[in-house]
């Protein structure tokens, strides 16, 4: 029962933060995009600023979904922790991805995030372990 509410706990941090942090950057986006009408170098650099902030801010979520997962488990077992962190990041990121397989294929950068939405919170279940 220990290890179904760690699960529930990792994966609704991660979809609810996740969440939030969309709608903050529909907000930066749209004035982003207000300030870029004024200023053209901005459009050419709208792309890379996407994967710079972005990626990193999704890994450290995961990271943090695979501390929390691993707090609630509370479980002695190096592979328990490992096992239900994994479960997390695969729920997560296939919940993800999902829904935008639908229109469209999957792409590099798609496999890429999936593979590492899975390692984050595995290693954030490995940094629990540890301290």
Known sequence: ?????????????IFVTILVLQLMYIFIAV???????????????????????????????MFVGGVLTAHVAAMESLRSILLLCMIVGL???GGMIYPVLEGATLTNTGIVIFILAIV???TGGLYWKKH
């Open 1 to 13: 029962m220990n290890a179904l509410k760690a699960i529930v706990a990792g994966c609704a941090f």
């Open 31 to 61: 004035g982003y995009n207000a300030l870029a009408q004024e200023y053209a170098v901005l459009n050419d650099i709208v792309g890379i600023f996407r994967y710079l902030v972005g990626i990193p801010i999704f890994i450290v979520v």
């Open 91 to 93: 729920v997560c990121a």
């Open 120 to 122: 984050a919170t595995t």
